[in-house]
């Protein structure tokens, strides 16, 4: 048992290329045989455990194309070679470890970006306070494209929270390129009816978005990017340059793609406010739908009250369609979930959804201590609950 033939294709695959390399939301890297072998008994006990890779999706609930996790076999050759000494065998070709890092992922995973677009640098004030802000980012398009897969690469994964990605066709929106979101000029611009509401969303975990073949995401010649940008407090100054990479679609497209958000105005139980002190549960009913609709994903979104979130449709015979469990909430972790095949929701179906909170001083992830009443809003201190669907008609 040795770590060039029986190891390295295990954490390359699962992983160093999707996390743990240079740039990545890892840690630390695990591209060599030193890497790996230095953290060996840590790699076994969290694999052994299914602690990694991390995927806070309930499997008996619903499956998913994009799970993460290692079969019995796997996690059994891992404790085999830790048990056994960690033996490397002959060197094998490290091109492979090398090629994994920023601007290398399209690459390992069997594909290049069509279009890279980064933002302007943005300096980060260290004020210690949370910073939201809107950035412009011309996209120079002489015709349309369809975007089959986007990614959002991080310039500073220690700061950025989350990103939210739009489309303006307008051409007027050049202006709104870093300003703050409480900046009184930010109502004007809201005005204006966007192209896309929302092309994509990265968030902590979240990975590159592709949908299947000949379904894509349409974005008009002349349009432009909107980024929304949350960045955590920071006691320093500190610098981001973003990018957004898009591939286009390279076979004829034939459905379009289309986002449902589901938000927090969705609450059948209003209002949301979580008293402190308190583990409150909040209910969402989306519906009937008027057309027949065809699911590709959905991500949920909480902050760090939330506990669980599971949600599932109604269809109008009253058979149910599983959508979403994740027991036990992971702030870190949160995932564009791929369903392995499309979930079809007839006309007349309807949406429903709960999520559970804890807003009391034992839940150590509360980041109000003592804890505090929160409602509604983007600040890691306050509190959301999103369903976000890709789907046909």
């Not at 040795?2 to 591209?31: D, E, K, Q, S």
């Not at 499997?59 to 059994?76: D, K, M, P, V, W």
Request: hydrophobic share 35%; aromatic share 10%.
């Amino acid at each position: 048992m040795t770590y060039t033939t029986h190891i390295r294709p295990i954490i390359l695959r699962n992983c160093a290329v999707p996390c743990h390399h240079p740039g990545g939301v890892g840690p630390f890297n695990l591209l060599t045989y030193e890497d790996v072998a230095k953290r060996g008994k840590f790699v076994a006990k969290v694999t052994q455990s299914r602690y990694m890779p991390p995927f806070p999706a309930d499997r008996q609930f619903q499956q998913y194309a994009n799970e993460r996790g290692l079969s019995e076999t796997e996690i059994n050759t891992i404790q085999e070679w830790v048990n056994g000494g960690m033996v490397q065998g002959e060197p094998g070709n490290r091109q492979e470890a090398k090629s994994v890092g920023p601007g290398a992922e399209g690459v390992v995973q069997g594909a290049k970006p069509d279009l890279v677009l980064r933002m302007k640098p943005y300096a980060i004030q260290g004020d210690g306070r949370e910073d939201f802000r809107y950035f412009h980012v011309p996209m120079n398009l002489k015709q349309d494209v369809w975007v089959e897969a986007i990614e959002f690469v991080p310039g500073n994964r220690k700061l950025l929270h989350h990103s939210r990605i739009m489309v303006d066709s307008t051409g007027t929106m050049a202006a709104i390129d870093g300003i703050a979101e409480d900046d009184p000029r930010l109502k004007e611009f809201q005005k204006t009816p966007l192209a896309d509401e929302f092309l994509y969303g990265w968030v902590p975990g979240n990975d590159r978005v592709t949908f299947p073949d000949g379904a894509a995401k349409r974005i008009r010649a002349g349009s432009d990017l909107i980024l929304n940008i949350h960045y955590s407090p920071s006691a320093r100054l500190d610098q981001d340059q973003s990018e957004v990479r898009l591939y286009f679609a390279k076979k004829p497209v034939t459905r379009p793609v289309y986002t449902l958000t589901l938000t927090e105005n969705n609450i059948t139980n209003q209002p949301f406010l979580l008293p402190s002190a308190t583990r409150p549960a909040f209910f969402m009913n989306y519906g009937p739908l008027p057309d027949t609709v065809y699911l590709l994903s959905v991500l949920p979104h909480m902050h760090r009250l939330g506990q669980s979130i599971r949600a599932f449709a109604i269809t109008p015979d009253g058979d149910a369609v599983n959508l979403i469990n994740i027991p036990a909430w992971d702030y870190n972790w949160q995932l564009s979930y791929f369903f392995k095949q499309p979930l079809v929701l007839p006309k007349g179906s309807t949406i429903i959804a709960e999520a559970h909170y804890d807003n009391t001083d034992q839940n150590p992830l509360n980041p109000n201590q003592p804890a505090k009443t929160v409602g509604y809003g983007w600040n890691s201190t306050d509190e959301m609950m999103n369903l976000v669907f890709y789907y046909l008609k």
